[in-house]
């Protein structure tokens, strides 16, 4: 069973900028597919950005591109999402998940993925 340990989380203005991280162990983390989704309050789960990371394909959600990037350290079995010009909308808990058997395009990341680490809270302030 593959675990999932998402941090990085805080509080911070808008236009300012964090890093969120999510270590994965269990697996060979080449094979897996993982996301980084978010929730606010009362509102559902949405996929934030993915990333294969066999192939590196990557999807970002529309109201993100341009102001966050995934990426992956494949020695540290880790990926992370970096997000800059931070806006209050971008307020919930992120979490990450992965699975293997999803396919990530650059227009659309599976949300049901099988696998999911607890979250971390990001809190932008106007």
């Known amino acids: 069973e593959v675990q999932l340990q998402a941090s990085g989380g805080g509080s911070v203005q808008a236009g300012g900028s964090l890093k969120l991280a999510c270590v994965v162990s269990g697996y060979s983390f080449d094979d897996y597919k993982i996301g980084w989704f978010r929730q606010a309050p009362g509102k559902e789960r949405e996929a934030v950005s993915c990333i294969d990371i066999s192939d590196g394909v990557k999807y970002y959600k529309d109201s993100v591109k341009g102001r966050f990037t995934i990426s992956s350290d494949n020695a540290k079995n880790t990926v992370y999402l970096q997000m800059i010009s931070l806006e209050p909308e971008d307020t919930g808990v992120y979490y990450c998940?992965?699975?293997?058997?999803?396919?990530?395009?650059?227009?659309?990341?599976?949300?049901?993925?099988?696998?999911w680490g607890k979250g971390t809270q990001v809190t932008v302030s106007s």
């Open positions: 998940a992965a699975d293997r058997f999803v396919t990530i395009v650059p227009g659309f990341c599976y949300s049901g993925m099988e696998d």
